[in-house]
């Protein structure tokens, strides 16, 4: 039985198989309309969701399955002291999948670990979340038509974005990557993955001002300041508009500099930057949905 914890527990190969499976099911869905009919898929969400929850159900209900879950710990007896563990102990009898997201590092690790059902990290606490960065990936190697050879600017909340964590992860796998890493001193990458890139050999370069950079970025990564994991909201309020990517940045941008975003978006992207043909973050969604019917129908062992 196999679990999606982070992302590197696909190999690269293994990866490619997925996102080609994602574009089959795009492109003929009525093939896989019941792929999983009778499979149920739990959603264990344990903090607030809007994409990456309705992303699992759509995708499940979109191949023939059915689900369950709670989108809230208040709303689980998680509220009267129960485990994480004895929790997947007991879904693991009414579902044949969770994903799970947890305010906790970790969590989904023991999820698995009890689990009798495959197990899909939705979210970690600033941890990691292995099926956003599915997505991007999948977004970018359906917008560039590959994986490799980009400068990927990375900006805002690098310290606490589990996406981003995520994201670096994964893309230190492929080959000729260059990172650069915008973000206020307060909200730096961690120093666990700035050694594990200079370990690895790959270049990455750390500045503050987005402006100095945007000109040379094949791909822009943009992410909101993770209210919710900082220790005083003063802090917050005073890092939270520290970029808002707007039209006038935008034209220092090259015409074929694609912007992602994990969404939500609070501030950082200006709602005029939307109409920009660059500006990806909602055919991103799309992509999600796609990714995450591949990994359903991967994890189950399913061919259809
Ligand atoms: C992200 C998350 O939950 O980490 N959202 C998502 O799943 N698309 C990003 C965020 O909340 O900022």
């Known amino acids: 039985m196999r679990h999606l914890l982070t992302p590197l527990d696909f190999s690269v190969g ?17 093939r896989y309309a019941h792929a999983c009919d009778g499979r149920i898929l739990a959603t264990l969400f344990y903090e607030p969701s809007t994409r990456t929850r309705l ?117 230190s796998r492929y080959d000729d990557i260059r990172f650069v890493f915008i973000s206020p001193p307060e909200l730096r990458v961690p120093d ?6 200079t ?22 990564y943009m992410t909101r300041v993770q209210r919710e994991r900082f220790f005083n909201e003063e802090d917050y309020v005073r890092l939270k508009d520290f970029y808002v990517l707007n039209r006038r940045l935008m034209k220092q941008a090259r015409e074929d500099m694609y912007v992602l975003h994990p969404l939500p978006r609070v501030n950082e992207i200006s709602v005029k930057v939307d109409p920009d043909p660059r500006a990806a973050y909602f055919r991103q969604v799309q992509y999600g949905k796609y990714a995450r019917m591949a990994l359903i129908l991967t994890l189950l062992g399913i061919e259809a």
């Open 14 to 30: 293994e990866l490619e198989q997925l996102f080609d499976l994602a574009t089959a099911i795009e492109q003929d869905r009525p």
């Open 55 to 171: 992303s699992f159900e759509s995708a499940m209900l979109s191949l023939g399955g059915q689900v369950l879950g709670f989108a809230g710990a208040d709303n689980s007896s998680a509220s009267k002291g129960e485990s994480v563990a004895d929790t997947i102990r007991t879904v693991s009898c009414f579902a044949d999948i969770a994903a799970m997201r947890h305010p906790k590092e970790g969590a989904a690790m023991v999820a698995a670990t009890y689990a009798t059902i495959p197990v899909i990290n939705a979210g970690d606490g600033g941890h990691q979340h292995p099926t956003q960065t599915l997505t991007d990936l999948h977004t970018i190697r359906s917008l560039k038509g590959r994986l490799c050879d980009f400068t990927i600017g990375l900006c805002g909340d690098l310290k606490f974005g589990r996406t981003v964590h995520s994201l670096i992860n994964a893309m």
């Open 192 to 197: 666990y993955i700035t050694e594990m890139l």
């Open 199 to 220: 370990e690895k050999g790959i270049p990455y370069t750390e500045c503050i001002k987005l402006d100095d950079v945007i000109g040379d970025l094949d791909l822009l």
